[in-house]
């Protein structure tokens, strides 16, 4: 895995666009919530845009926090490498995701996670010196980006919560169903969500046999196909276990 906390640009990632403010969907942000939008527009006049494809690095555990990303466009993962080198997904990150949260304290601890692209993605970047500058010139930048952290700490909360007081099935089924209105792509056929049976079960905290079992289940129940790398599900409904 690269040491760099961001991928230089090279042939297998996009090239810098130019960026107008108005494109970046601010409503989809949580990072900007409650701010005037002169001030959205001096914090967004400070980014950088990056493009880059699937599958790329965006940051590695244990480096320095030298920058914070705002996804745009696109879907990203954060994970943790066990020392048998299994990967454990911690979120599954979507438009007005933030990461390198860190980055916005002025001495801040290396990164304590990982985050690399699923798809095609497009960020906002900002470098350490810039963000720390807009924080502390718009303290609602900074309380903003504690709000998000707790709300991250939220979601691991109710994880842990859901490990000891819900078995496997229930975990599975709750996470397909969070992931088809975070992710989903509706069709005709059904509810579309591109991931892997490995994804989903480190995601629901359960083992690959697991929930490659549970999910054959369900497909042979008429609730769901399976593709590789995707689900469709057909009847959502069935997953919701009282």
């Known amino acids: 895995m690269s040491a760099k906390s961001f991928p230089e640009m090279t042939p297998t990632s996009y090239p810098t666009k130019s960026f107008a403010p108005s494109g970046i969907g601010l409503g989809q942000g949580k990072l900007f919530a409650g701010l005037e939008s002169n001030v959205i527009r001096e914090i967004l006049s400070a980014a950088q845009p990056r493009q880059l494809k699937a599958r790329q690095q965006?940051?590695?555990?244990?480096?320095?926090?030298?920058?914070?990303?705002?996804?745009?466009?696109?879907?990203?993962?954060?994970?943790?490498?066990?020392?048998?080198?299994?990967?454990?997904?911690?979120?599954?990150?979507?438009?007005?995701?933030?990461?390198?949260?860190?980055?916005?304290?002025?001495?801040?601890?290396?990164?304590?996670?990982?985050?690399?692209?699923?798809?095609?993605?497009?960020?906002?970047?900002?470098?350490?010196?810039?963000?720390?500058?807009?924080?502390?010139?718009?303290?609602?930048?900074?309380?903003?980006?504690?709000?998000?952290?707790l709300h991250y700490l939220k979601v691991f909360i109710e994880r842990h919560a859901s490990v000891v007081n819900k078995n496997a099935e229930s975990r599975l089924a709750q996470t397909l169903l969070q992931l088809s209105t975070r992710v989903g792509d509706v069709q005709p056929s059904g509810v579309i969500i591109e991931i892997t049976n490995e994804q989903l079960g480190s995601l629901s905290d359960i083992s690959l046999f697991t929930a490659s079992r549970l999910l054959s289940k369900w497909e042979r129940k008429g609730a769901l196909s399976k593709e590789r790398g995707r689900i469709t599900l057909v009847a959502p409904e069935a997953l919701m276990i009282p």
Not at 62 to 91: I, M, N
């Open 58 to 149: 965006i940051t590695s555990c244990d480096c320095r926090p030298d920058h914070l990303f705002l996804l745009r466009k696109g879907q990203a993962r954060s994970y943790l490498l066990t020392e048998e080198g299994v990967e454990l997904l911690l979120l599954w990150l979507v438009p007005g995701d933030v990461i390198g949260l860190v980055s916005l304290m002025s001495n801040p601890p290396h990164y304590m996670a990982s985050a690399s692209t699923i798809t095609d993605c497009e960020f906002l970047v900002w470098n350490h010196s810039s963000i720390r500058r807009l924080a502390k010139t718009f303290p609602g930048l900074l309380e903003n980006g504690l709000r998000l952290g």
